[in-house]
């Protein structure tokens, strides 16, 4: 039973695509809307193709979170830059809580991307590895503006269970719901035991954080890549990866569990708080 069960799940899992005119992955449902300066540390990411049609061009863009972690470096899903190429448009939104704006917007091409080496889609639709950087030009930190920390060395191995945590983005607010929110939104979401998880998806290890998604608020579809902050201590613990794409049903969210990619992430970028 709990073989068909899961094969019923991983057919409405995320599928990270392109999508003409504009594609949100992972998106709030059912939160609040952020107040101005609430979290200086989130970008909004616009990642723009234009695709050749018969009768001209459509322009596609994919919505997706990023954080800041330090002056010129944003960590981000790898699901949300893999199709990047050398004709890709990479507008990065900094210290501003309005849809498509901020104090600063800088735009970056695909060698200003790495994307974590292991990164791979399975077959159910899992996502393993789901972590990227990207490399910016320098912006100066303000009240809008902020890093977020990352988890100390010693906080490895921490499963987080039963803590409270924060997640925010721009992506729709409903299922079934095409419209992006003017201004960020975010939810409370309580970490949940990776054993309890592995429940709903069978691959999950220990580079997956998972929360639990009660009466109905979750991420789900613009706001992937996006953070997920321990409520009060201000430290980046997961980068939202994959779901359900029924995101209001209840079943738990999975992010990149950030202290399984500190090596990783001090190898590339040098910040290492």
């Keep these: 039973m709990a073989s068909i069960l899961f094969c019923f799940l991983a057919s409405f899992l995320v599928l990270p695509a392109l999508e003409a005119h504009s594609k949100s992955l992972e998106r709030i449902t059912n939160g609040q809307e952020a107040k101005e300066g609430q979290f200086p540390y989130i970008v909004e ?6 695709i050749p049609i018969e009768n001209g061009v459509i322009r596609i863009v994919t919505l997706c979170g990023g954080s800041i972690i330090a002056n010129d470096w944003i960590l981000t899903a790898a699901h949300c830059t893999e199709n990047v190429n050398e004709k890709t448009r990479v507008i990065i939104y900094y210290g501003s809580i309005q849809h498509g704006q901020g104090q600063v917007k800088v735009e970056v091409g695909r060698r200003s991307i790495v994307e974590h080496p292991k990164y791979r889609r399975l077959p159910t639709k899992e996502l393993l590895n789901d972590i990227a950087l990207i490399h910016t030009k320098w912006v100066d930190f303000n009240d809008r503006i902020q890093k977020i920390a990352l988890p100390k060395a010693n906080q490895r191995g921490e499963s987080f269970a039963g803590q409270w945590s924060q997640a925010a983005g721009w992506g729709n607010v409903k299922d079934g719901s095409n419209i992006t929110p003017d201004r960020l939104q975010w939810v ?3 970490i949940m035991e990776n054993s309890v998880c592995r429940s709903y998806y069978r691959n999950i290890d220990e580079i997956h954080l998972c929360v639990e998604t009660p009466g109905r608020k979750a991420t789900c579809g613009g706001d992937s890549g996006g953070p997920l902050v321990l409520d009060n201590e201000n430290i980046l613990v997961g980068v939202t990866s994959f779901g359900v794409i029924t995101c209001e049903q209840g079943y738990p969210q999975v992010f990149a569990r950030v202290t399984e990619y500190l090596d990783w992430i001090r ?7």
């Design 188 to 190: 409370n979401l309580k």
């Design 267 to 273: 190898k590339v970028s040098n910040v290492t708080s």
């Design 45 to 50: 990411l616009h990642i723009e193709a234009k």
